[in-house]
């Protein structure tokens, strides 16, 4: 169903006249009206739809009773992508198509899929499995996991806890094989503190708990040599196509945030272990320990799982002490509310819904991004439009296109709110630890740092170092604009008054464009003034 977004909610044109007791006379232009809004909360209660899955769940029946006429379509499952799967293997399996599965998941590279991946996969009719591909296992009773906590959500996360946690000062205090590791990753030549640290930032997950997974997998941090085995896969993702480090604690990072996002807004209900057992979050276990057995039952069978937890927990306690010297809890106060942020590009401007809530950092994280493309062909030429600041603060970060602008005007990306600017072109962006107000330039959109395949600013919250999802007790609100999930990642709408519209890939004044402004509040003004 397709209608007008930029006009749909105006009430301008109304006419409904009140002729005489209990009767209601309306013009044509009114019940047009009256449609349009049905449309729009048609929509928005769509938009608001989701639903818990534990990981492997059959999904074909989730939301059922009544009647389905037949052939109405297909079901769907969710399929764990597993050591050696890849898209083409499953659509094969299930008799899907690569299209179909890449459009159902928001994929854009058939290649980029991982291991412990859910999948959503249309099932058109219960036929056979081809005879050269073995039929899906029979799904075993999920178990119970356990609810001790292992670590407080403040030492999962990239959070104030650790303000003044140097990875390269405590990676050669311990003076293990870290300390002299260094490899080639994105084009440059890292030590292995240097990828602990970064990519600690990127996913904003706690460099401590790297380090603890790295020390009990392979003895990383205190053995002065480790195994090649442990060389080849520091963190145990038994992945031929990711091994070193770099991708080891890149993937590992991935299914903490995994973990932690999909217990804290409830994505998931569960993991399921290398033998294919799942296994459910107890109902009162904290995020934080959610990502950890998250992450360790991608690398064991349900029988070794528990005793990996135990040795996590030793682990840690050894290098660090009592997890509750760490602790900040709240992490994010259910009261907390968003500054005043403004859209951020120049007022007047066109620019282009094109991607809806989506993950911040890489699919494990929180939908706490949108992205906007400016006028233009696309591709990935440069620019001469200018990203601008949302609201005021200092720039705690500027790297690979990643831009973090700290609203508390610190140097320190996980205290407080703060804003991640990406894909920003390198030539005429802002400096790190420049001061910013609100309006101030900081840089060109362009496809520089990750996937993209044209330019455009990926934008995305934080607060003390958690992804702030659009869903989360504190709208995400860009000049009066606020921004919907929907079912899919990169799908949505954002909402201001009686305006809706939808991100789209691609560029249409009435669907997506939105001409920016300050929006209809006072411009909020940051203490770093």
């Not at 296109?401 to 991640?420: E, H, I, K």
Request: contains cysteine.
């Amino acid at each position: 169903m397709r209608f007008d977004p930029v006009h749909a909610g105006r009430v301008a044109g109304v006419n409904t006249q009140i002729k005489r007791k209990g009767t209601v006379s309306m013009t044509l232009n009114t019940v047009q009206h009256i449609r349009r809004w049905l449309c729009i909360a048609l929509l928005l209660s769509f938009l608001s739809l989701s639903s818990p899955l534990l990981a492997g769940q059959d999904v074909s029946q989730i939301g059922g009773g009544g009647y389905s006429p037949p052939n109405a379509g297909p079901t769907y499952v969710t399929y764990i992508v597993r050591n050696g799967d890849s898209l083409t293997t499953i659509a094969a399996r299930f008799g899907a198509s690569i299209q179909t599965i890449m459009a159902l998941n928001g994929l854009r590279n058939a290649n980029a899929i991982y291991i412990g991946q859910a999948l959503r996969i249309p099932v058109t009719a219960p036929a056979p499995a081809p005879a050269s591909v073995a039929p899906p296992a029979a799904a075993q009773p999920p178990r119970d996991g356990p609810s001790d906590k292992l670590i407080p959500d403040s030492e999962a996360v990239y959070s104030p806890a650790y303000a003044d946690f140097d990875v390269n000062a405590v990676v050669q205090k311990f003076g293990g094989y870290l300390a002299h590791y260094s490899e080639d990753a994105e084009g440059e030549h890292m030590t292995g503190a240097q990828i602990i640290q970064i990519v600690s930032e990127r996913f904003s997950v706690g460099p401590r708990v790297l380090l603890t997974l790295l020390e009990m997998q392979g003895g990383w941090l205190t053995n002065p040599s480790v195994s090649q085995s442990a060389q080849d896969y520091p963190m145990q993702i038994d992945d031929q196509n990711h091994t070193g480090l770099y991708y080891q604690v890149w993937w590992a990072a991935n299914f903490l945030n995994a973990g932690y996002y999909g217990k804290l807004i409830s994505r998931i209900d569960g993991m399921v272990a290398k033998d294919d057992t799942h296994i459910r979050f107890a109902a009162d276990v904290n995020p934080g320990t959610a990502a950890i057995q998250y992450m360790l039952s991608r690398v064991s069978n349900y029988d070794g799982w528990p005793s990996l937890l135990s040795t996590f927990k030793a682990t840690y306690q050894k290098l660090w002490g009592d997890t509750a010297q760490y602790a900040i809890e709240p992490l994010v106060p259910a009261d907390v509310k968003q500054p005043v942020l403004r859209l951020p590009w120049q007022d007047g401007q066109t620019w282009y819904y094109t991607g809806g809530p989506h993950g911040a950092w890489a699919d494990g994280s929180a939908w706490a991004a949108v992205d906007f493309a400016p006028p233009g062909q696309g591709g990935c030429s440069g620019s001469s439009y200018w990203e601008i600041a949302a609201a005021s603060g200092r720039v705690a970060q500027a790297e690979h296109g990643r831009v973090m602008l700290s609203l508390d005007g610190n140097d320190f990306q996980g205290s407080g709110w703060t804003l991640m600017y990406m894909h920003v072109e390198s030539e005429g962006r802002v400096q790190k630890g420049a001061p910013v107000y609100t309006g101030d330039r900081i840089g060109h959109p362009s496809c520089e740092g990750g996937f993209a395949t044209g330019l455009h600013l990926h934008i995305a919250r934080m607060y003390n170092g958690q992804w702030m999802s659009v869903a989360s007790q504190a709208a995400f609100d860009m000049s009066g604009w606020i921004f919907k999930n929907a079912s899919q990642e990169y799908d949505g709408a954002m909402v201001r008054g009686y305006e809706v519209h939808m991100a789209l890939n691609g560029h249409n004044d009435r669907f997506n464009g939105i001409v920016a402004d300050a929006g209809p509040t006072l411009v909020w003004v940051s203490d770093a003034q």
